[in-house]
């Protein structure tokens, strides 16, 4: 599913691109299937929270707990990201250098030292690259996702288990009834907070439970009925139905294997294996290849070279994605296992950062 999420945000750009000239060459059909690209973010969404709660199931629920984790994905999700940082900045340099005239503005230092931390929109600085949104999203959901379970665990100390227990609930159900109203306009957010997503990584997020048998489905149902109740709108209306479609996905593979086999065929695990590099390089690579054909045929490209752009930008793309992930995402995700998360039994408190370690 990350595979076919991130080819339709490919598919989106790079229709993006094209449409600054005549498309009249792309049958309506497939315009409208790449213009909807984009709802492969919902998808993602709904897929770390289902994935995140997996991940830690199992974890010691503590500040030291918390830290280690953050390092853990920092190693694994930093290197990459900050890869496609120095790609953007590079294909800038070399834009300008190649075609004055583009005028692109080149990014200063106060903008690149935000973004090495995500907090590029927090702070006013805007993103490189667009999509580098979801990512500054992602880590903010991880970090208050672990962070609510690690205050459950404290209050469960100071707390009667089952009053601790109905704390917690209230607070994750009305973060989510908040994220929902954020949603939909009728609770203010600071810009570049995570808040108005939530509800889609807190959906994977009690797909998991279910899974795991933390709560009955009927918690999962509620929040299905809330996101349909309160769809008004067609963008709304799809992203309701690619929130119950991917936890409804995610509930069939975790209990049947043979389900989970129908979708292991080798292509679709090669896009998902790679999907967060392809995610990263995506739009710098495909955008330019576009602006290459723009620059010296025109923005109207006649048909038959419109496609093969269309093709060689998705191609270009899936290249320096798989490229990415082989040089760069590869070794820093095994270089993450090496820091151990304590789990309840109390195994591994410490960081190991000089052995490999089993993954979790």
């Known amino acids: 599913m990350r595979g076919v999420a991130a080819l339709a945000v490919v598919f989106y750009h790079v229709q993006g691109a094209l449409s600054r000239g005549d498309q009249s060459w792309m049958p309506d059909a497939v315009g409208r299937l790449a213009g909807g690209g984009h709802f492969g973010v919902n998808v993602f969404f709904v897929l770390s929270g289902f994935v995140i709660a997996r991940s830690v199931r199992n974890g010691a629920m503590t500040p030291a707990y918390l830290g280690r984790f953050t390092l853990r994905r920092s190693i694994r999700l930093d290197p990459p990201y900050w890869s496609a940082i120095a790609l953007e900045v590079v294909l800038i340099y070399l834009g300008l250098a190649l075609f004055p005239s583009l005028g692109t503005p080149l990014p200063s230092v106060p903008q690149l030292l935000s973004h090495l931390v995500y907090l590029q929109d927090i702070l006013g600085y805007g993103h490189l690259i667009p999509i580098f949104w979801t990512l500054c999203y992602e880590f903010q959901f991880y970090l208050t996702f672990v962070g609510l379970l690690v205050l459950g665990n404290v209050l469960t100390r100071w707390l009667h288990r089952r009053f601790a227990n109905a704390a917690m609930a209230l607070l994750f159900i009305g973060l989510f009834l908040a994220s929902l109203g954020a949603h939909h306009g009728w609770i203010g957010v600071a810009r570049g907070v995570a808040l108005d997503r939530w509800y889609e990584f807190f959906t994977g997020v009690v797909a998991w439970w279910v899974v795991s048998g933390t709560l009955p489905l009927v918690a999962l149902l509620g929040t299905w009925g809330l996101n349909i109740a309160l769809a008004r709108h067609p963008d709304s209306l799809v992203e309701v139905v690619l929130i119950v479609s991917v936890s409804t996905l995610c509930l069939l593979a975790a209990r049947s294997p043979a389900f989970d086999r129908r979708f292991s065929a080798r292509p679709l695990q090669f896009l998902g294996t790679i999907s967060y590099s392809l995610y990263l390089y995506h739009a710098s690579v495909g955008w ?51 820091v151990t998360l304590p789990d309840r039994a109390g195994a591994k408190a410490a960081v190991t950062l000089g052995r490999e370690a089993p993954a979790q």
């Open 288 to 338: 330019r290849v576009v602006s290459l054909a723009q620059h010296y045929a025109g923005n109207a490209l006649p048909p038959l070279l419109g496609v093969a752009t269309w093709l060689s930008a998705v191609l270009a793309a899936i290249v320096v994605g798989h490229l990415g992930w082989w040089a760069i995402e590869r070794p820093s995700m095994r270089f993450s296992r090496r």
